[in-house]
Antibody, heavy 120, light 111 residues
Framework: EVQLTQSGAEVKKPGASVKISCKVS????????MYWVRQAPGRGLEWMGL????????TYAEKFQGRVTITADTSTDTTYMELSSLRSEDTAIYYC?????????????WGQGTLVTVSS | QSVLTQPPSTSGTPGQRVTISCSGS????????VYWYQQLPGAAPKLLIY???ERPSGVPDRFSGSKSGTSASLAISGLRSEDEAIYYC????????????FGGGTKLTVL
């Protein structure tokens, strides 16, 4: 059974960084791209970036360039998303999702989401 | 403001057919596949339609997708109470250096 299991909720102060993990199981980690998508409270979905676990190549949304880093640890089948210089607008649920394709958002399995709250 | 435009809400009665529209441009829907997601309250999104009109295994054939030019639609026939959710369209956008765009979501209420 394919599963994406994310780390727990985080509370951070403005200006801090947060690093969320997403451990996969039930499939070959390197065979699928990994997307990160976030959802602010009561808002829609927002794409943050993607990772190719085979070689670590990443593509980030322009909005997050310079603040987001997506990495992978193939020894533990885990991907990480780190967001720096946090502000209140970054309060959201962050999801990892498996993608069949580099650029088409064919996201067939999702993590359960990680709530990040940014508050002073 | 989302790149893909969806109506904020729609409604229907059980058994009815409803459609949800998704309007984009030549750089996204006009040149790439469209995907649809269903998000139930408190849950992660679920893939409903891929490559414009294909259903993943387990998705009822009451759900169907279509695309024409720079617009796409999701149709739900034989509406059921459990279909009450928020529906999002998504596509790759070739502008800038390439990125994924989502619609703002449509809240479907089953009356």
């Amino acid at each position: 059974e394919v599963q994406l299991t994310q780390s727990g909720a985080e509370v951070k102060k403005p200006g801090a960084s947060v690093k969320i993990s997403c451990k996969v199981s039930g499939y070959s980690f390197s065979d699928y791209y990994m997307y990160w998508v976030r959802q602010a409270p009561g808002r829609g979905l927002e794409w943050m970036g993607l990772l190719d676990p085979k070689d670590g190549e990443t593509t980030y949304a322009e909005k997050f360039q310079g603040r987001v880093t997506i990495t992978a640890d193939t020894s533990t089948d885990t991907t990480y998303m780190e967001l720096s210089s946090l502000r209140s607008e970054d309060t959201a649920i962050y999801y990892c999702a498996r993608n069949h394709d580099y650029q088409n958002p064919h996201l067939d399995y999702w993590g359960q989401g990680t709530l990040v709250t940014v508050s002073s | 403001q989302s790149v893909l435009t969806q109506p904020p809400s729609t409604s229907g009665t059980p058994g009815q057919r409803v459609t949800i529209s998704c309007s984009g441009s030549s750089s996204n829907i006009g040149s790439n596949y469209v995907y649809w997601y269903q998000q139930l309250p408190g849950a992660a999104p679920k893939l409903l339609i891929y490559t414009n009109n294909e259903r993943p295994s387990g998705v009822p054939d009451r759900f169907s997708g279509s695309k024409s030019g720079t617009s796409a639609s999701l149709a739900i026939s034989g509406l059921r109470s459990e279909d009450e959710a928020i529906y999002y369209c998504a596509a790759w956008d070739d502008s800038l250096s390439g990125h994924v765009v989502f619609g703002g979501g449509t809240k479907l209420t089953v009356l």
